[in-house]
């Protein structure tokens, strides 16, 4: 348990679909990130949120929507997604640059 | 951001000691660099962070040589759960450095 918890752990959806992924955290970090991790691939940076504020959009298509209502929240609006979406999503948090707690990720596949 | 480079894959055997080097020759002033380990779909977990000489806790050792053109983490005695991915990052404090830039990883595998 990391203090960093993702819901749902599992998630199959429609291309046509929309859902969210939500992340939260009571560890009193003020930066949360969105990663993404392909098969047998690095960690890729989505999003980074510093105060409630969006600082890093790592070129990501639109079709993935962050929102940060509040420092202990993040959720990753998805719509129209394509099959190479296909990944497990992770979120982790931080106080500022010391080191990130990761949740347990959600394993998305877009059919 | 500093960029990173380590090898990509390491074999070991149960109770060596592994010990795995990355190379970050643009490190900044305010770097630190820190090393993270993953298992197979689970979220990368921090294991230590250092930013000179020599730090050691109950899992780990990093080392740091003077230039911090590099770091070495030490893993004393691996057992067959330690077989993962283990990451170098290099970041400076605060919010304009905490991209956590993940690279490649190095694959250890710990054979019985």
């Known amino acids: 348990e990391t203090g960093v918890t993702q819901t749902p752990r599992h998630l199959v959806m429609g291309m046509t679909n929309k859902k969210s992924l939500k992340c939260e955290q009571h560890l009193g970090h003020n930066a949360m990130y969105w990663y993404k991790q392909s098969a047998k691939k690095p960690l890729e940076l989505m999003f980074v949120?510093?105060?409630?504020?969006?600082?890093e959009n790592n070129s990501v298509p639109s079709r993935f929507s962050p929102e940060c209502p509040n420092s202990s929240h993040l959720f990753l609006h998805l719509h129209t997604l394509q099959p190479e979406d296909s990944a497990l999503y992770l979120c982790?948090?931080?106080?500022?640059?010391?080191?990130?707690?990761f949740g347990q990720g959600t394993r998305l596949t877009v059919v | 951001l500093a960029k990173t480079t380590q090898p990509i894959s390491m074999d070991s055997y149960e109770g060596q000691e592994v010990n795995i080097t990355c190379s970050h020759n643009?490190?900044?002033?305010?770097?630190?660099i820190t090393w993270y380990q993953q298992f197979p779909s689970q979220g990368p977990r921090f294991i230590i962070q250092?930013?000179?000489t020599k730090v050691t806790n109950e899992v780990a050792s990093l080392f740091i040589p003077a230039d911090r053109k590099s770091s070495t983490l030490s893993l004393p005695r691996v057992s067959l759960s330690d077989t993962a991915v283990y990451y170098c990052?290099?970041?400076?404090?605060?919010?304009?450095?905490?991209?956590?830039?993940f690279g490649g990883g190095t694959r250890v595998l710990v054979k019985p």
């Open positions: 990052l290099v970041g400076g404090l605060g919010a304009a450095g905490n991209k956590l830039t």
């Open positions: 643009n490190i900044a002033t305010n770097d630190y």
């Open positions: 250092g930013y000179k």
């Open positions: 982790a948090s931080s106080q500022a640059d010391r080191e990130a707690f």
């Open positions: 949120y510093n105060f409630k504020e969006q600082t």
